[in-house]
């Protein structure tokens, strides 16, 4: 509990475009619970593949909803998304604990989860929900990342015939970690940082930056926006816009959980 892991996940500050407040966005998911809860539960689903549909990939693997193992598995999801959303409140809570200040307002949602509607469920892999039925303790509008050199959207919507009730959750990958690597072998680390951090406070808690979390390693965010207001996927209300963020950094050189570990066996 407040902490924000490794890969993509950062503390984010910006300036409001609207209101000129400073403004702070963490992203992070259900960390190790939340992956011990998906291991077990793929253990389950593929326990149904096998009795049910065998001839099914097991990476298709379900666990019916009307089981005891279904039902325990939706309420167990619902205590990772508490877990998750208090993991973010203390992280906030704890910088404005650093600069004595008082917090003017404060709202979160998760992506990448699962939501239920009546007996529909909807895996959002790549979507953050907009229609308020997804998120019974909603309390303002949703927040899309892009990348650390471009604003976050401040947005909301309602569902219509092409976006399901869900808005995009980011611009994603352009390649792989390993590829995007290849491709910048012909510069220095320094180099690539330098190029695409310029007039940003971009820092990596590890002291190691990781190129695979830069700017170039991601979609256009100019492309997401266009396909936003081309298909009328949500409205933008106010953009964050960047100061700086801090992420993990590369955390295969210099983890300080790791560096911990050692120094523990030592």
Known sequence: MGTQGDGNHFLFVGISKNTGNTMMVTHHGSRAPGAALYDKGMKTANRFRQELSP???????WIPYDTEEGKSYW???????????????????????KLEME??????????????DGDLFYHAKGATPLDDK???DITGPRLIPLNMAEPVLIVQGKTNERNL????????????????????????????????????DIRFYSNEVDISELPSAYKSAKNVRAQIEEYGLCEVLDEVMPYGCI???DVEKNAPWKRKKKYRKA
């Open 165 to 200: 009730g869900f808005a995009p959750h980011g611009a994603g990958r352009n390649f792989s970690r390993s590829q995007h690597k290849r491709s910048l072998v012909h510069k220095t680390t320094e180099e690539i940082f330098n190029e695409e951090t310029e007039g940003l």
């Open 55 to 61: 001839e099914t990939l097991r990476e298709n693997a």
């Open 247 to 249: 992420m993990a950094g």
């Open 75 to 97: 309420e167990a999801l619902q205590l990772i998304r508490q877990w998750t959303k208090e993991n973010h409140t203390s992280l906030h809570d704890a910088v404005l604990n």
């Open 134 to 136: 997804f998120m019974p």
């Open 103 to 116: 917090k003017e307002n404060r709202y979160w949602n998760e992506h990448n989860f699962v939501f239920k």
